[in-house]
């Protein structure tokens, strides 16, 4: 049923945004991990590598104030400048991805110029339509991106940029089309029967209510085509039945909380040693965690 499937991709949902809650949040880890780098600096050892070259007590507390300088101003750009309704009947919706991520920069390089991008999507949709952008919630973690960046945005005449607050499912219910690189919002849009166009490749762009275009120059034809689109829940539904047959149940973001928490002071400092009386420790306390994920990946590559 429609419950069944909006559960099922609401449980992912609700994991992401709990682990962007847990990741980086402690103030007594951030101090912590403040204190082991600028000791690690200080080792004569550590400067000597050409990596960490330039990194001095004085460079690093500099560019940590910076930093949170911009996050402040930036956030307060954005609270003051974007909607927080959805005012628009007729839109098309592009979410911002997360930047620097292997997810846009690695698995679709040619369209890692995302104002590039909204700037074609704006010159290729219907006069009648406009084009809705949202910045990543998860960007705050990289200080959001520069107030030029979001001014370019502002100028464009279709364009509207709204907060990072409003969940995706509100925006995709409202929508007429998501365009995305490679986000989920896509898979999103077909659980609420809309159609949407990847710029890359994706494991759910098999499914009918996606069109995976690969020269720019097709987008307004393409664009037109998907807003005729019919979609079927059924096929959703036959996406998700394959998932389940070929995975298993695993909290992977929990875990991962738990690895950043245990050796990387809550995703501060990855700049770190790992004793291995600490992780024989962590793996006995998570012990079931790594045998289920052991026996699950032999049954797999025993599976004939």
Known sequence: SFEE??????????QDKEWGGKFQSSKIQWLKAGIVFLLLILNKNYRVDYTHYGRTIIAVITNEISFSIKRIIRKKFLDKNTKKNITSNSFIYFPLQLEPERTLLIAAPYFSNQLETIKNIAKSIPIEYKLLVKEHPMQKVRAWRNIEYYKEILRLANVELIHPSISNEEVIKKCSLVITATGTAGLQAALYQKPSIVLADVNYQTLPSVNRIKN????????KLMLRKKISLDDFSKLTN??????FKIDELSNSIKVCNAFYYGGFLFDTKMDETKVDSFLNQNSSYYELLATEFLKKMNKK
């Open 242 to 247: 394959i998932i389940l047959e070929n995975s």
């Open 216 to 223: 720019i120059e097709e987008l307004p034809k393409k664009i």
């Open 5 to 14: 499937l909006k559960d099922f991709l609401e449980g992912y949902s609700n």
